[in-house]
Each structure stands twice: as structure tokens, then as C-alpha cells.
């Protein structure tokens, strides 16, 4: 009886101290956002960072290289519909060959979309440019990568945060 205590105790001890069952974060291949003052949540890559800048209501996501990077822009409303302001936005970031895509639907909105190409330190890059409106706010998201691996991105990183993304 004495005995089986003994190797119980030990393996407990074992269990405790070298957690076998845990899982490796390298394993789990997202990592949360949550920022109740901007009013939203979503998950993102793992391996990728997140900066905040509270005064101009901004995240800002990137990997480690920071090819693929992402901006999410919280901001009051402009005066004009949704297509102006994306157009507009396009205009001011440089882009170039732009096309209007169709609607997409997440996060229990509709979203419009546009999207263009950019060159940035002689690299071409694809961006595109998604905009709603909740709350009295409009919620702006610029999903950015080289032009030769946007699509593995949109498959790999961006796609994510769409299908996760909530208003809080």
C-alpha cells in the first residue's frame, strides 16, 4: 500500500513539474486581440506582433519580416458612402491599378472592399483596403503583402482574422 503512495506521489510530481500533456504554443497557430476601448476582437497569426496606438485608434499587425502586414483603424464616419472614402484612402496610400471587389460579410456586417498594388522599398506589394461601419464608427481594415505571395497570405493569415473578427 505504502508502495503504490509512493509511485502515485512520484507521478504526480512528475506530471506537475514536467506538465507532459501540455500543448507547445509553437502548435496553436493563432493568438487573441481583444481592445474593449476600440470595440473589437479577432485572432491573428502566431509568431506575428501587435502594436496599438490608442490616440490614433490603430492596430497594427505584422510578421516577423514585416511583408504581410495588417492596420485596423477605428474613426468617425466620413461624410460620403463607403466606396468614396476606400477610393479616397486608395489615393492616399499610393495605390495603383485598383479595382473594386465584391462585398464581403463578416463580423455580422457587410464590407466593402477595394484593392490595388503599392510599391514600397522597390518591392510590389497587393493591398487591399476593407471598410464598415458599426456603432457610429467605421471600422477600416488594410490587409498589405508582396504581390508574389498575397494569395498564400490571404489564405494563411488574413482569412483568419476575417472568420474570427467580432465586434465588442
Same mark, same amino acid.
Given at each position: 500500500?505504502?508502495?503504490l503512495?509512493?509511485? /502515485?506521489?512520484?507521478?504526480g *510530481?512528475w !506530471?506537475?513539474?514536467?506538465q507532459?500533456? &501540455? ?8 493568438? +487573441?486581440? %481583444? ?5 473589437l476582437?479577432?485572432?491573428y497569426?502566431?509568431?506575428?506582433? %501587435?502594436?496599438?496606438?490608442? +490616440?490614433? /485608434?490603430t492596430i ?8 504581410? @502586414?495588417?492596420? !485596423?483603424?477605428?474613426g468617425t464616419p466620413?461624410g ?9 484612402k ?6 495603383t491599378? #485598383?479595382?473594386?471587389?465584391?462585398? +464581403?460579410?463578416?463580423?455580422g456586417?457587410?464590407?466593402? @472592399?477595394?484593392q490595388?498594388?503599392?510599391? @514600397?522599398?522597390? /518591392? &510590389?506589394y *497587393? ?13 477600416t481594415?488594410m ?7 498575397y494569395?498564400?497570405?490571404?489564405? #494563411?493569415?488574413?482569412s ?9
Amino acid at each position: 500500500m505504502l508502495f503504490l503512495l509512493v509511485i /502515485a506521489g512520484g507521478i504526480g *510530481t512528475w !506530471i506537475v513539474l514536467y506538465q507532459p500533456f &501540455s500543448v507547445d504554443g509553437i502548435t496553436q497557430p493563432q493568438q +487573441r486581440f %481583444s481592445d474593449s476601448r476600440l470595440g473589437l476582437s479577432f485572432l491573428y497569426p502566431s509568431g506575428w506582433q %501587435s502594436q496599438v496606438d490608442q +490616440r490614433k /485608434a490603430t492596430i497594427h499587425l505584422f510578421d516577423s519580416s514585416h511583408t504581410a @502586414q495588417v492596420d !485596423i483603424v477605428v474613426g468617425t464616419p466620413p461624410g460620403g458612402d463607403l466606396g468614396q472614402y476606400l477610393q479616397q484612402k486608395a489615393n492616399q496610400l499610393g495605390l495603383t491599378g #485598383i479595382k473594386s471587389g465584391t462585398t +464581403r460579410s463578416f463580423a455580422g456586417a457587410a464590407w466593402q @472592399q477595394i484593392q490595388g498594388n503599392v510599391q @514600397q522599398s522597390g /518591392a &510590389s506589394y *497587393t493591398e487591399t483596403l476593407l471598410a464598415t461601419t458599426h456603432k457610429n464608427s467605421i471600422f477600416t481594415i488594410m490587409l498589405l503583402a508582396p504581390q508574389a505571395t498575397y494569395a498564400q497570405e490571404q489564405q #494563411i493569415a488574413f482569412s483568419g482574422i476575417y472568420a474570427s473578427f467580432q465586434f465588442i
